[in-house]
């Protein structure tokens, strides 16, 4: 076979070898039918589910601008790269079924980078039941990561941003700006971090939101969700642009991190404007805000303001009028 | 709305403008329904039509690697990244559906280059019916695009690398090393070139065999089929290897480009190397070789050569014993 000897024909069976056992948990058998063909042919092949509508996202995870390479190891790119595009599934309440994966590697990145980078990956598509379906690769002076996501969702039960409702009660999972605070704490160490730093975890493992968004579309608890991936003054904007409303926040109720690992100013700014969380915020009519546990599944949800009319986005201090929320969240272009 | 003043949403605003109108042709309206969210969610929704499995590709197109910002016109990258992309859905006999851009620019580009790329781009959406669904925008240095691909065939139907016979015969469309005399050209001229030159019409424009694709499959004429992107040596082995087969190609049967514009080395060598052609690959089993047709809709169709049993991929010459057929078409590892 004497393509074999090529270069590129040589790193498509590395990542082909890699991801050659199928995942396993809740929804591998789903997946492994629903992917009749897998990498190998010029193109894969899906089989979606009846009932069901497909979810198509795709995301840049590019060397400088969303990972250094001095200081995020191959592992934790490898998962956070596909863990950011499967959260924008869960931010549609769907369930991902499979991912293709576009690299552009330089050659010093081919050998040892590209093994650990596939080992934090696939640890990454098992953990959410989704397999790789195929992808891209080519050389470049810079380590390039694009990848595309297809999940699924009963057909009209998507949770979109464009629905939220005056009145709605707006809500935020986990706690806001501990992916930030890592980042920062990362900038200040040393050389490379993996999985070994817990301080470190948000920011370099996160963890899509994939349950509680499954069980807010499947109970039609929620009127509209997005996940907060440029922080929450940027994407609670978004999300009020698009239904054409505004919001109230309280920044008293904002869960921020812990006071004993930043001031308060510095907690509120983190919770305001740190990027990166993957945590969920969604509207809730208030008729259905009872059911909204205090956490699910050892996450904590907290009501953190509500939705108006007006199409002001505005948040209430302690004392004083209510200020306009100026989006100060991650901006490439800025 | 205060999230307008960002200039990732001004870009994004850009993008969403220029795809506004759905597209027109033979397959818009199923296009339109089949995609009931596109841009602006957390990710898009795409409904898949019943009977169907949903084909996914993605490919890279980026600046100093695929295209040269200073040789190719902005409008011919734009055609050219959706255009490469949507052969992979031809190549599997299907019909493209919906895309998503990723698009990473330098502020350099963000205005006349941008508005340039989206005109290509979207004539090339409207030729394909194949609109944009969504997608990501970030900032780089240099230009860097990803295009995903979803397309549909009918369940069973898609056209494999993997199912060539011992005994088909190997046809390949149009004329093999058009798209890498074009670049030649190209490299010699100044400045960049557009739509205007009939001559590089070839590689800056190439046109999927979405028509050819679709017949093959729905006729079920074709074993197995790929598209020539990388160049007949490089592409064969792989359908051979996929199929677990060998194959004999007569040099003399090639279609070449004209040989008023190559010697017959240089023609030869354009034809077995040449990689962008875009043009098919496909296998026929003996007794249906009757019902391919001389040429198909203006586009000639070569019988080139045969599938055997030995896994050796060889070259037949107007004299002296077959060679090995070596892969000496595009590989970016090079």
Known sequence: MPFRSQ???????????????????RNARASRNSLPLGMGDDAALFSPSPGCQTILTCDWFLQGTHFLRDKHSADA????????????IAAMGGTPRCFLLSLALPQDATSAWLDAFLV???????RFACPLAGGDTTKRREILINITVIGEVASGRALRRDAANPGDFIYVSGRLGAAQQGLQRLRKRRGAAGRANPRLQKHLYPEPRLALAGW?????????????????STDLPRLCSASGVGAIIDATSLPTVSRATASPSQAMNLALNGGDDYELLFTVPRNKAKKIPANFAGIPM??????????KVLLSGPSGLPKILRPQGWDPFL
Chains 1, 2 share one sequence.
């Open 7 to 25: 270069p590129e024909n040589a790193i498509l069976e590395k990542i082909h070898r890699s991801f050659r056992v199928a995942p396993r948990g």
């Open 302 to 311: 907290t009501k953190i303001g509500k939705i108006t009319k007006s199409r």
């Open 120 to 126: 934090g990956l696939r640890r990454a598509a098992k």
């Open 216 to 232: 807010l579309s499947t109970k039609r608890l929620a009127t509209a969700a997005m996940d907060l991936s440029d922080g929450l």
């Open 77 to 88: 790119v490898g998962w956070k790269s596909l863990a950011r595009a499967v959260s924008d």
